[in-house]
């Protein structure tokens, strides 16, 4: 919900899907990728927080077109809380039941790479730390990074957390693009 609000005088959510979008853009086309949204059922209030805090789904699963998971990016509503250690959780199990691509050199699997974005810390009383460590030190191996997105300095603190333990770099995005 909090993604409803501004930030130099533009939505928070529409200046995320622009950089989602352009992410998106700039991702080799060779590489599948997938889209999972999370806090997007329920609301903002204390009778919505169940629903939203266990609200987390792929949107398009990886290989999905990349015109199909534009289109569900500009459609993405601001909602509810943050769930961050379920939506890792997820992750861990939904990234485990992909087929293994192996690498261009032939050497090894490739490794599957998240892309979180988020605009607050856990509110879903998780522990986001340990879910990136559990992801990036499971079978899957997943490299977590994290975009915190006009986060204040605690906010900031733990979103770098989650990035280091998931083996991921930690960039923050402050003013609207």
Same mark, same amino acid.
């Given at each position: 919900?909090?993604?409803?609000? *501004?930030?130099?005088? =533009?939505? =928070? ?8 979008? +352009? ?9 599948? !990728? ?13 009778? @919505?927080?169940?629903?939203?805090? @266990? %609200? ?13 998971? &534009?289109? %569900?990016?500009? #459609?993405?509503?601001?909602? $509810? @809380? /943050?769930?961050?250690? &379920?939506?890792?959780?997820?992750? *861990? ?9 192996? /690498? ?5 699997? %490739? ?8 605009? $607050? ?9 340990? #879910?990136? =460590?559990?992801?990036h030190d499971s079978g899957v191996k997943a490299i !977590? ?7 204040? #300095?605690?906010?900031? #603190? ?5 990035s280091d333990a998931g083996g991921g770099q930690f960039? +923050? ?5």
């Open positions: 919900g909090s993604m409803a609000g *501004k930030v130099g005088g =533009k939505r =928070k959510m529409g200046i995320a899907k622009r950089q989602a979008a +352009r992410f998106l853009g700039a991702v080799a086309n060779d590489l599948p !990728v997938g889209l999972v949204v999370y806090g997007h059922k329920g609301n903002n209030k204390e009778s @919505g927080k169940v629903e939203s805090c @266990g %609200s987390y789904e792929w949107a398009h699963r990886v290989g999905a077109s990349r015109g199909r998971i &534009g289109k %569900s990016i500009k #459609a993405v509503k601001p909602t $509810g @809380g /943050t769930p961050l250690a &379920g939506v890792l959780d997820y992750l *861990k199990i939904e990234l485990a039941t992909l087929p293994k691509k192996k /690498t261009k050199d032939g050497k090894g699997n %490739s490794v599957p790479v998240v892309y979180m974005v988020s605009d $607050g810390k856990e509110t879903c009383g998780g522990d986001p730390v340990a #879910a990136a =460590k559990a992801l !977590v990074n994290v975009v915190g997105f006009d986060v204040d #300095a605690e906010t900031r #603190a733990q979103l770098k957390e989650i960039s +923050r995005q402050k003013t609207p693009r």
